[in-house]
């Protein structure tokens, strides 16, 4: 019952912001705005010789990513198509040109199939290397692009994935564009390479932790957990996000502070490293 009412709270939160139609979007550009002016100055830094800044970096992009490419994936900006651009725009913005199209079509996959054999995010040859080699697991988990394409390619050649080809198309359109608006912002802002690679590594890392915190646990009747995460700007309140995802990131962090938490990075760290019981959660 307390559930349901704070859920109704939450839709009551969006329904009052959306009123004014360009509040969530202006709020989300000027943070956006704000984190990567923050990963400008990390750049800066290191160039001065403070090598470290590219770990606050990636939790920056990281908290970038959630607002711009996580949201627009769910149209939850703009609540137009604008918003298939302004992820894509914002992926390319950083370096990921081919990022958004795929995180756009698997997220949505994962939405609607969530533990389940369908789920791109938790698929059944995942979770039996996690059960029969749990640390080799976190390793692949934590190297950046290899491991995620080839379980999207292990996906792509099941049966069941056809259905999704038509419905849940990429775009090469979008993927030139991408590519040119990475080439563009790389030429002009001339990054330190090792600089972007390593805050890409934390990134993966902070996305893998971030994953493990939303979807595994011991208390198996559970789907997704309700967890705190740094900067996650609402990520954390995943049970409402997995009921209502069209909501937006404000509304779910300011729900976020009304809900009481089950998990957070330094529980999960602990279970996915020590803890034997502690796994993906699975509906049957």
Known sequence: MKNKKQ??????????????????????????????LSIAYCINLYEKGFYWTFLPAGLLLHSFLIITVHD????????????RFILNFCSALVFLPFYGEHYRKYHLIHHGYTNTDLDPLASPLSQKLYKRHRYLYIVLESIPVLYTFYLIFNFNKSENSKKFKKTLKISRLYFLISICISIVTFLIIKPPIYFVLLTLFVLNIISAVRSWCEHMGTSLEHKTNTYWFPLGFGIGNHDVHHEHPNLSWLTLTIGLFKREKNSNPIKTLRGILFDKSFTFYKIK
């Open 7 to 36: 859920l109704i709270e939450e839709l009551s939160i969006e329904k009052k912001l959306r009123k004014n139609p360009f509040l969530i979007p202006v709020i989300t550009f000027i943070i956006a705005f704000i984190l990567m």
């Open 72 to 83: 627009g994936s769910h149209k939850s900006i703009t609540k137009t198509k604008f918003d």
